[in-house]
């Protein structure tokens, strides 16, 4: 599962349309992904997430408000079957928490931030692939470099030795 974002949902326009064709154009991708999280209100987003339905190369999980989505996508002429998730009131919601805290109650995050952090998309998708519930997710078009990379680097760490 791969996840894009957009400001309103999560990924957006060039960037998961660009990756999506540079993966394949480039043969990196040689099995179909089970699932993709992409933050999803932004145009692009959509077109390629319903690109890579109509394709079977994927099956994208859409982050936001899913009435807000369909909205978006009605509106561009899209009709497609995907997984919308909303992070703010989704049912794992506690178990992601937990898990958070878990990872980060060194660092001083109390259970309470841990519930209200794990609502924001770019911590929400990390932990989609943290638990398994997601194979990858994308982020960034929206977002400046900090906010994607640092909830990652939180909840994945470096590989011991890894360097800059």
């Known amino acids: 599962m791969a996840i894009l974002e957009s400001r309103a949902g999560l990924v957006g326009g060039e960037v998961a349309a660009g990756l999506r064709f540079d993966l394949v154009e480039e043969g990196f991708v ?3 992904a089970a699932g993709a999280c992409l933050l999803a209100q932004e ?3 959509l077109r390629a997430a319903a690109q890579v339905i109509e394709e079977g190369i994927g099956e994208p999980i859409l982050l936001g ?9 009605e509106s561009l002429g899209l009709s497609c079957d995907v997984r919308m998730v909303c992070p703010a ?7 992601y928490a937990s898990a958070y805290y878990e990872r980060r109650r060194r660092k ?3 259970p309470q931030h841990a519930a209200r952090i794990v609502r924001h998309p770019n ?7 943290a638990m398994g ?3 990858a997710f994308i982020s960034g078009l929206t977002y400046d470099y900090p906010e994607v990379i640092r909830p990652a680097l939180e909840i994945f760490h470096t590989r011991k030795g890894a360097t800059r």
């Open 30 to 32: 040689s099995a179909r």
């Open 43 to 45: 145009v692009g987003v």
């Open 65 to 73: 408000r899913p009435e807000v989505i369909r909205e978006h996508m």
């Open 89 to 95: 009131d989704d049912g794992r919601l506690e178990d």
């Open 108 to 110: 001083g995050i109390t």
């Open 123 to 129: 911590v929400f998708g990390p932990m989609m692939v």
């Open 133 to 135: 519930d997601a194979d």
